[in-house]
Nanobody, 113 residues
Framework: QVQLVESGGGLVQPGGSLKLSCAAS????????MGWYRQAPGKQREWVAS?????TRTYVDSVKGRFTIYREGRTVFLQMNSLKPEDTAVYYC?????????WGQGTQVTVSS
């Protein structure tokens, strides 16, 4: 089994920064891909960024140049800069590997003045 625990959300003013963390534990494959998704109120969950085991990174267009995903061991981070009100959402960590997909519990990010 795999467990994912996110942290780092909070309230920030427009233009500010936050760093989200997702610590993974359990039976994790060396080839696992990890990523971040978000869900705003009244909207569907959307993919934000992913990083493969080989450190290939991809981003949704709306966050390119502002967000950076990286991983250190079993933890994946999402550095979010130049935050906008439309980035407000619950952010979820996801791990995908042979045998299954796993989600964290989510962490709230609110961008407001």
């Amino acid at each position: 089994q795999v467990q994912l625990v996110e942290s780092g959300g909070g309230l920030v003013q427009p233009g500010g920064s936050l760093k989200l963390s997702c610590a993974a534990s359990g039976s994790i494959s060396s080839s696992a891909t990890m990523g971040w998704y978000r869900q705003a109120p009244g909207k569907q969950r959307e993919w934000v960024a992913s990083i493969t085991s080989g450190a290939t990174r991809t981003y949704v267009d709306s966050v390119k140049g502002r967000f950076t995903i990286y991983r250190e061991g079993r933890t994946v981070f999402l550095q979010m800069n130049s935050l906008k009100p439309e980035d407000t959402a619950v952010y979820y960590c996801k791990l995908r590997q042979v045998g299954g997909e796993y989600w964290g519990q989510g962490t709230q990010v609110t961008v407001s003045s």
